[in-house]
């Protein structure tokens, strides 16, 4: 594996980017190439504080510029899809935040861009890199749970402020698109113990108050061809913060990931078998260094990884049918005002 450091552009200066990318960044030896942000002086502040080598003046001089090859893009949801094809059409490597954009159709462009631009795209599961998830995945390998029988996952947290952006339609918000993504991923990703890809059997969910068409919670039951079952949840008004996934085998053995989307919190995977009961702890290096780690030898390395555009599609699919099925609209997609539209692309893939 190379030892070249990825040279990285960070679009905003959201919350999430220290733990996100900063921290796997700087453990890595990557740079941090240039910030962009709405207000500079709050992409100055994050800079200085984070080791960003400079500051440019917006997200397209961010995307433009010839020495970032990689953006990442941790922005609200709804712009997620215009700036992740901005980036791609520009040439550049793209990180994004999940999900990749605000609807199927628009996670379809994205998907034609990075094939278009020959790049490397990745979105943001990272619990899939952690060791805590691939336990799971070895405990279905190894037979000791038996063949899959159901799964369970929960994504909730306490309800962020009224005017969090998490709560806005505009800005493709909802429980679905920044909880239960994680939910219906996990679930997805257990195919190839279960006979195949889950289908949707019905969802149900409840609109928040004061939020027209925003879901503060949603409920989906799947099948998998095997005959497996399972049920996505997300809440994002809880009572407590749980980020659970339990599978449960033809005999009644189970595991669960007490934690599965932030394990650098809590990183226990409890197994239930006819033998008794075990706690098995898989360290707390975050997902998103592994993540990171990744994303370089995907780049670096050609190593490939599933969790690429057409993955991106697939899950974005999934959530529109869930929103459908629950009697919600379909996000709305983020137009960008002319002027904040990027005016010069690179000429083909900065590797």
Known sequence: MTDEPLRIGILGAARITELALVGPARAGGHRLVAVAARDRDRARAFATRHGVERVVDSYAELVADPEVEVVYNPLANGLHGPWNLAALQAGKHVLTEKPSASSAQEAAEVREAA????????EGFHYLFHPVTRRLHELLDSGELGDLRH??????????????????????????MDLGCYSLHAL???????????????????ERNGAPGIDEWLYADLEFPGGATGTARCHMAYHTGQMSCRVVGTRGEEATAVNFVQPHLDDRVVVRTAAGERTEELGRRTSYTYQLDAFTAYLRDGVPSALDAEDALTTMRLIDECYQAAGFALRPRTVLPVRARPTAVGGGPAR
């Open 115 to 122: 094939a278009k631009a020959g790049t490397v795209f990745m």
């Open 151 to 176: 799964v369970e996952t929960m994504v909730a947290i306490p309800a962020p402020a009224a005017d969090d952006v998490r709560w806005s339609l505009p800005l493709a918000g909802g429980a679905l």
């Open 188 to 206: 997805r990703m257990l195919a190839p113990w279960a006979g195949g890809a889950p289908r949707l059997v019905a969802a149900r969910g409840g």
